[in-house]
Every structure is written in structure tokens, then in C-alpha cells.
């Protein structure tokens, strides 16, 4: 039906029709409804996502942890230290077997875990420099991973193509076993190395701020930053601000913001810079404790040291290209020295095999030629009646090997 209204000067003015009108709103409402609708089954789903990993992390929390136990025949060569202190000297032949030449691949039965990080043949370029030239590698589940290389070598540029906050001009980036998603991002805990939180807001309201923006439950995180305050011993200062704090104590709640969501992937570039060793060992713990709980942890940082105490594998990138990669304690036994370190009773005569030698003080570091086997050494100071307090193979530390690969 048509209606039509007369103004007062006589002019007729035409209506749409009512009936065309009310259909139109009733189409505008329901797929406003139909928008709302989903958008909150979407976080919903989410959410329970977040609840159902806090649960599973409070799980393998309280479960109870298995002290590992290692043998010799299981240690890396760089372990390899023989205590052989009050034996008698009838029995001292049977001592040799340990020690057989072993490469640290062929002492473990590896178990093959799950993959969490798989980067294929990454590169990228800014102005026509290449500052990531074919980079690839892959990072287990519960590994800590260290990225080391000197500065501008690459490193936090691939860090950055990682979490997606730089794209790679080609290669491939594979997390949790798919594409680099939206939602794969919550999975992710990233400490970069230039520190910011928002100075105005107290520590308590910047743990729980962070952790809901990666979808985690409020009341959960709220639970969940009191736990790590007080594991930090820093539950009395929940209340303060960022700004009141000191440059160490704001580090420390920065890296408690990286992990208060309960990430599966850690990503930390540089997180003992500026800490004393107090602050640092409690760093460490942490990250080892998150380790045993199964996570991944990429830790890229210049302190070698941190770097040999806490990884299990490393890459190495120099002017963006990979020049070492692979399980530590391989790589370490790749670039030993052809020596042993010898403590014992008495002195120790000519030995076969044995090309030099030299003086460390309380022990002497034996030469060997390019044919003996370090068993071979022992068996000698056996049959010769000395007692030896230390037989160690010489491996030099990652400090040493990064000097001498950046030197290639």
C-alpha cells in the first residue's frame, strides 16, 4: 500500500512502503545478532582454549619430577673426568672400559620428540643488503635453543620474522606444526631485547593487562601473576609502579610478563643483560623449571657462558648466514683438542702416543698424537701403577669456539 501525506501547502509527499520499511530493520537486526553471536562463541572458544592449557601447566606442575641419573658411558666427552682415588692396585685394569672413544651422538638413544619451531631457507634483505641469507632449522618441544652470533649478525631480524612482526622475502615459517597464525601468536611469549611496559601501571595490573590481550582468563592470570611474584620474591611490590622501580627489579617483571600467559613457545633475546648474578641464577632457574615442564625456550643472548650451561642445541649466524649448528656437546667434541688433562700420583714417564706436553699446576695436559685413542693413555697409567685422580678429555668452551669460528 502506498500512503500519501499532504503537507500543509498542498504538496504530496511519497512515503516508502511500511511493509518494505520493517523488513528492511528485522535484515539490519538479525545480522547484527548473527556478528554478535559469533564473535562470542569465538571467544569463548578461546577462552576455554587459555583454561584448558593453565590447567594442563598447573597439572604438570604439581606432578612430581624424576631426579635423572647419568653414567659415564652416558656423559658428553667433556665429562668425561675419572676419579679413581684409595683403588687397589689389582683391580686398577678393569677401570679402562669406561672410557672407550664414544661421540656424544652414540651414547644416547635419542628420542624423537615433537616439533614447535621449523624454519626452511629464510631470507631477508633491507636496501638491498642481505642481513638473513638461507637461514633453516628446526627446534624441539622442551629444548632450550640457543641463537648466538656476533653484532648485526642476524639474529633478532630472525627472531623478529619469526613472530611475524617483519615478513621474510621468501622461506618458509612453520609453528606447532602450521603457518604462522592469529591465534598461534597466543602460544607465543616474546622478551625483546628493548625493554617497555607501560610505566604508569602498577605491576599486579600490567602481569594480568598482558596476559588477557593472549586471551587468558582474568581471575586466572590474576592467580596466576601472584604465583610468580612470590616465586621472584616480589609479591610486595604488586602494588607499585613500573617507574617506581629499579632498572633490575623492571627487568625481572618484564620477563614475568613474557611467561604469566603460560606460552608453549619462549622466545628471550638477551634476558640477563644488566642483572647481577643473584637476579641472573633466578632467571635461570625459571627458564630450566619451564624446560622441564615441557616448553620451548629460544634464548639468544652474547654470554656464552648462560649459553653452554643452559642449551641443548645452538645456531650460530654470522653476517646472516649459519656457520654452527647442532647439539652442543657435538659440537663441542668436533672442536677439541687432541689432549687430555692428567691428575695423579707420582710422576708420569714416557707414554706411547703421547707427542707433548705441559705443566697446568696440579695436573698436566698430554698431547696426543693423531692415532691414539684417549683409553689408550689410561690403559698405559694403569699398567704403570699410578694412581690417577683426574683423566678428563680437553674440550674447549663455546667462548673458544665462537672465537675461532668468527675467525674463519
Given at each position: 500500500m502506498m500512503l500519501e501525506v499532504y503537507s500543509a501547502n498542498g504538496y504530496q509527499v511519497k512515503v516508502l512502503r511500511i511493509m518494505d520499511t520493517i523488513f528492511i530493520i528485522i535484515v539490519v537486526i538479525a545480522i547484527v545478532i548473527a556478528i554478535t553471536m559469533r564473535l562470542t562463541l569465538r571467544s569463548f572458544r578461546q577462552r576455554q582454549a587459555g583454561r584448558e592449557r593453565d590447567e594442563a601447566w598447573k597439572r604438570d606442575e604439581e606432578a612430581p619430577s624424576?631426579?635423572?641419573?647419568?653414567?659415564m658411558a652416558e656423559g658428553t666427552p667433556s665429562e668425561m673426568e675419572v676419579q679413581i682415588k684409595g683403588v687397589e692396585k689389582a683391580s686398577r685394569s678393569v677401570s679402562t672400559s669406561p672410557i672407550a672413544e664414544v661421540t656424544p651422538s652414540e651414547s644416547k638413544s635419542e628420542v624423537k620428540k615433537e616439533v614447535q619451531v621449523e624454519i626452511s631457507h629464510i631470507n631477508k634483505s633491507f636496501g638491498g643488503n642481505m642481513v638473513v641469507q638461507d637461514v633453516s632449522f628446526t627446534i624441539e618441544a622442551g629444548e632450550v635453543f640457543g641463537l648466538v652470533g656476533p653484532n648485526g649478525a642476524g639474529k633478532t631480524t630472525t627472531i623478529?620474522?619469526?613472530?611475524?612482526?617483519i615478513k621474510a622475502d621468501s622461506g618458509e615459517i612453520r609453528?606447532?606444526?602450521?603457518?604462522?597464525?592469529?591465534?598461534?601468536?597466543?602460544?607465543?611469549?616474546?622478551?625483546?631485547?628493548?625493554?617497555?611496559?607501560?610505566?604508569?601501571?602498577?605491576?599486579?595490573?600490567s602481569l594480568v593487562y598482558l596476559a588477557s590481550l593472549?586471551?587468558?582468563?582474568?581471575?586466572v592470570a590474576k592467580e596466576r601473576a601472584e604465583e610468580l611474584l612470590i616465586q621472584v620474591d616480589m609479591l610486595t611490590h604488586k602494588g607499585k609502579k613500573i617507574s617506581e622501580l629499579s632498572r633490575g627489579m623492571g627487568q625481572i617483571i618484564q620477563f614475568l610478563v613474557t611467561i604469566t600467559h603460560n606460552p608453549d613457545l619462549i622466545i628471550l633475546d638477551e634476558p640477563?643483560?644488566?642483572?647481577?648474578?643473584?637476579?641472573?641464577?633466578?632467571?635461570?632457574?625459571?627458564?630450566?623449571?619451564?624446560?622441564?615442564?615441557?616448553?620451548?625456550?629460544?634464548?639468544?643472548t652474547h654470554m656464552m657462558n648462560e649459553v653452554e650451561e643452559m642449551c641443548d642445541?645452538?645456531?650460530?649466524?654470522?653476517?646472516?648466514?649459519v656457520v654452527l649448528y647442532g647439539n652442543l656437546a657435538e659440537i663441542k667434541w668436533r672442536?677439541?683438542?687432541?689432549?687430555?688433562?692428567?691428575?695423579?700420583?707420582?710422576?708420569?714417564g714416557e707414554l706411547k702416543g703421547v707427542s707433548g706436553r705441559k705443566e697446568h699446576g696440579k695436573y698436566v695436559e698430554l698431547f696426543l698424537d693423531g692415532e691414539t685413542p684417549p683409553q689408550k693413555i689410561l690403559s698405559q697409567l694403569v699398567e704403570s701403577n699410578i694412581q690417577v685422580d683426574r683423566f678428563e678429555v680437553s674440550t674447549p668452551s663455546l667462548n673458544e669456539i665462537f672465537l675461532q669460528v668468527m675467525k674463519r
Amino acid at each position: 500500500m502506498m500512503l500519501e501525506v499532504y503537507s500543509a501547502n498542498g504538496y504530496q509527499v511519497k512515503v516508502l512502503r511500511i511493509m518494505d520499511t520493517i523488513f528492511i530493520i528485522i535484515v539490519v537486526i538479525a545480522i547484527v545478532i548473527a556478528i554478535t553471536m559469533r564473535l562470542t562463541l569465538r571467544s569463548f572458544r578461546q577462552r576455554q582454549a587459555g583454561r584448558e592449557r593453565d590447567e594442563a601447566w598447573k597439572r604438570d606442575e604439581e606432578a612430581p619430577s624424576l631426579e635423572k641419573t647419568t653414567t659415564m658411558a652416558e656423559g658428553t666427552p667433556s665429562e668425561m673426568e675419572v676419579q679413581i682415588k684409595g683403588v687397589e692396585k689389582a683391580s686398577r685394569s678393569v677401570s679402562t672400559s669406561p672410557i672407550a672413544e664414544v661421540t656424544p651422538s652414540e651414547s644416547k638413544s635419542e628420542v624423537k620428540k615433537e616439533v614447535q619451531v621449523e624454519i626452511s631457507h629464510i631470507n631477508k634483505s633491507f636496501g638491498g643488503n642481505m642481513v638473513v641469507q638461507d637461514v633453516s632449522f628446526t627446534i624441539e618441544a622442551g629444548e632450550v635453543f640457543g641463537l648466538v652470533g656476533p653484532n648485526g649478525a642476524g639474529k633478532t631480524t630472525t627472531i623478529r620474522m619469526l613472530m611475524d612482526i617483519i615478513k621474510a622475502d621468501s622461506g618458509e615459517i612453520r609453528l606447532f606444526g602450521q603457518p604462522l597464525e592469529e591465534e598461534t601468536k597466543n602460544r607465543i611469549g616474546y622478551l625483546p631485547e628493548e625493554r617497555g611496559l607501560y610505566r604508569k601501571m602498577r605491576v599486579s595490573d600490567s602481569l594480568v593487562y598482558l596476559a588477557s590481550l593472549k586471551n587468558m582468563d582474568t581471575s586466572v592470570a590474576k592467580e596466576r601473576a601472584e604465583e610468580l611474584l612470590i616465586q621472584v620474591d616480589m609479591l610486595t611490590h604488586k602494588g607499585k609502579k613500573i617507574s617506581e622501580l629499579s632498572r633490575g627489579m623492571g627487568q625481572i617483571i618484564q620477563f614475568l610478563v613474557t611467561i604469566t600467559h603460560n606460552p608453549d613457545l619462549i622466545i628471550l633475546d638477551e634476558p640477563f643483560a644488566g642483572l647481577d648474578p643473584v637476579n641472573r641464577q633466578l632467571l635461570k632457574d625459571i627458564v630450566m623449571e619451564l624446560r622441564s615442564h615441557g616448553k620451548t625456550v629460544i634464548l639468544s643472548t652474547h654470554m656464552m657462558n648462560e649459553v653452554e650451561e643452559m642449551c641443548d642445541r645452538i645456531l650460530m649466524i654470522d653476517k646472516g648466514r649459519v656457520v654452527l649448528y647442532g647439539n652442543l656437546a657435538e659440537i663441542k667434541w668436533r672442536f677439541r683438542n687432541n689432549s687430555v688433562f692428567v691428575e695423579c700420583d707420582g710422576a708420569i714417564g714416557e707414554l706411547k702416543g703421547v707427542s707433548g706436553r705441559k705443566e697446568h699446576g696440579k695436573y698436566v695436559e698430554l698431547f696426543l698424537d693423531g692415532e691414539t685413542p684417549p683409553q689408550k693413555i689410561l690403559s698405559q697409567l694403569v699398567e704403570s701403577n699410578i694412581q690417577v685422580d683426574r683423566f678428563e678429555v680437553s674440550t674447549p668452551s663455546l667462548n673458544e669456539i665462537f672465537l675461532q669460528v668468527m675467525k674463519r
